[in-house]
């Protein structure tokens, strides 16, 4: 009764509530380091004890079952076993459908999971391709550009080295003139001269030929 449980609490010092959670954590689940016997008592009636620590002291809780009808106490321990069974079978029912959701929405964020990575892999494929893409472009660019700034340097030199080389062949047919022109000058001049002397020579020996005569007329 409830004035026996009380009573039985003031006994150990703990309030109501305390002491029926203590006994429910004992009786409701085999305690490893306890030891429970069932033994009978005075008057018909039975003993249920157990053993626990308190404080480092261990105790000895006893219990007196007083003798009640049979069929009573059978058809209690029944309907609650039952009802136990219905709370487990449905805490296993929900806890297997929640498995199950767990389960399926783990393999909807694989899927999820997957097709991301494979979008993922596709679009940095095709963000390099078109970088390469890009750059292929600008390179050919730089190319082109740098080839065409090559060819017209390298026609404004060719230009130049042509125009330098008509310079210096037109420079030297105008020294190979002026040069003819002072041979055949230098060239008319020692023929002159040379004409002149072989007249003073012809003079010369005309004039010795008629002293000769003269000088012989004489004689």
């Known amino acids: 009764t409830e004035e026996e449980v009380a009573e039985r ?3 150990w010092d703990q309030p109501v509530s ?3 959670q203590l006994a429910e954590q004992y009786l409701g689940f085999q305690q490893p380091n306890s030891i429970y016997t069932f033994s ?5 009636s039975k003993r249920l004890s157990w053993t626990f620590e308190k404080e480092g002291t261990k ?3 006893r219990w007196k079952c007083k003798p009640h009808e049979n069929k009573k106490i059978t058809v209690g321990i029944l309907d609650f ?6 709370r487990l079978s449905e805490e296993v029912v929900n806890k297997t459908r929640s498995l199950e ?3 399926s929405e783990a393999e909807k964020c ?5 097709r991301l990575c494979s979008e993922k892999m596709e679009f940095e494929d095709a963000t390099y391709a078109k970088a390469c893409l890009l750059s292929w472009i600008t390179f050919s660019n730089c190319f082109f550009f740098w080839d065409r700034l090559f060819i017209s340097v390298l026609n404004a030199k060719k230009a130049k080295l042509r125009a330098l080389r008509d310079k210096e062949v037109s420079g030297k047919e105008v020294a190979e003139e002026s040069t003819d022109k002072g041979e055949s000058s230098e060239s008319g001049r020692s023929d002159n001269e040379h004409s002149e002397e072989e007249a003073s020579k012809k003079a010369a020996t005309t004039t010795s030929r008629g002293r000769g005569r003269k000088r012989a007329a004489r004689s």
């Open 101 to 103: 959701k767990m389960k």
């Open 81 to 86: 076993l039952m009802e136990a069974n219905i």
């Open 40 to 44: 009978d008592a005075l008057e018909g």
């Open 59 to 61: 105790l000895e809780w």
């Open 110 to 114: 694989l899927t999820q999971g997957e």
């Open 9 to 11: 609490a003031a006994q």
């Open 18 to 20: 305390e002491y029926l």
